[in-house]
């Protein structure tokens, strides 16, 4: 069984950073992509990046430059580093992992965190 747990989440002002993490148990399975989700209210999940087994990473292109994606696998830990955010960040922010390759589309993820919400004044 899966679960993921975020952190890290708080209230920021522009400009400033924010790491959140995400403690993955269970077995997802030999190969599998670990990613971030964002959903601001009224709006659709978005994906915000993502990493899978072989290293490979990819970003939106609102948070290229600003925000990275990694791991920690001896401590079964996913962080996103947060860098000059934007109240356009604002958002609750979900650790999302599927079997097999990264997708784009949150509905082909089955397993997902709590969220942690982030708030950029």
């Known amino acids: 069984h899966v679960q993921l747990v975020e952190s890290g989440g708080g209230s920021v002002q522009a400009g400033g950073s924010l790491r959140l993490s995400c403690a993955v148990s269970g077995s997802i399975g030999d190969r599998w992509c670990l990613a971030w989700f964002r959903q601001a209210p009224g709006k659709d999940r978005e994906g915000v990046a993502a990493?899978?087994?072989?290293?490979?990473?990819n970003y939106a292109n609102s948070v290229k430059g600003r925000f990275a994606i990694s791991l920690d696998n001896a401590k079964r830990m996913m962080y996103l580093q947060m860098n000059s955010l934007k109240p356009d960040d604002t958002a609750m922010y979900y650790c999302?992992?599927?079997?097999?390759?990264?997708?784009?589309?949150?509905?082909?993820?089955?397993?997902w965190g709590q969220g942690t919400q982030v708030t950029v004044s």
């Open positions: 990493i899978d087994t072989d290293g490979t990473t």
């Open positions: 999302a992992a599927r079997r097999g390759s990264c997708a784009s589309d949150s509905r082909d993820y089955n397993f």
